[in-house]
């Protein structure tokens, strides 16, 4: 049975960082793309970042490019988030997602881990 549990989460002032990290279990991680979704209050789930199952390559919304960095390692089943210089409106509740490379309609989440952005 998959399961994600992400952490990280808490308070962080505008411009500087923030480590969340997902940890996978149940399944054989090096098999599945990773991403990083958020839902701010009142507002739709969105992507943030993924990162795929073999080249590691990663891809970002518009608004977290050059700030937001996602990174996995495989020997310890975990993927990250780095956020650099967050923003007050990068605020919501971050889900991490496991997708398997050959099935990627068959998706798990994870609980979420709160990221809030204030002075």
């Known amino acids: 049975q998959v399961q994600l549990v992400e952490s990280g989460g808490g308070l962080v002032q505008p411009g500087g960082s923030l480590r969340l990290s997902c940890a996978a279990s149940?399944?054989?991680?090096?098999?599945?793309?990773m991403s990083w979704y958020r839902q701010a209050p009142g507002k739709e789930r969105e992507l943030v970042a993924g990162?795929?199952?073999?080249?590691?390559?990663?891809n970002y919304a518009d608004s977290v490019k050059g700030r937001f960095t996602e990174s996995r390692d495989n020997a310890k089943n975990t993927v990250y988030l780095q956020m650099n210089s967050p923003k007050p409106e990068d605020t919501a509740v971050y889900y991490c997602?496991?997708?398997?490379?050959?099935?990627?309609?068959?998706?798990?989440w994870g609980q979420g881990t709160q990221v809030t952005v204030s002075s």
């Open positions: 990162i795929t199952s073999a080249s590691g390559s990663t």
């Open positions: 149940g399944i054989t991680f090096s098999n599945y793309a």
């Open positions: 997602k496991a997708a398997h490379r050959l099935r990627p309609t068959l998706a798990s």
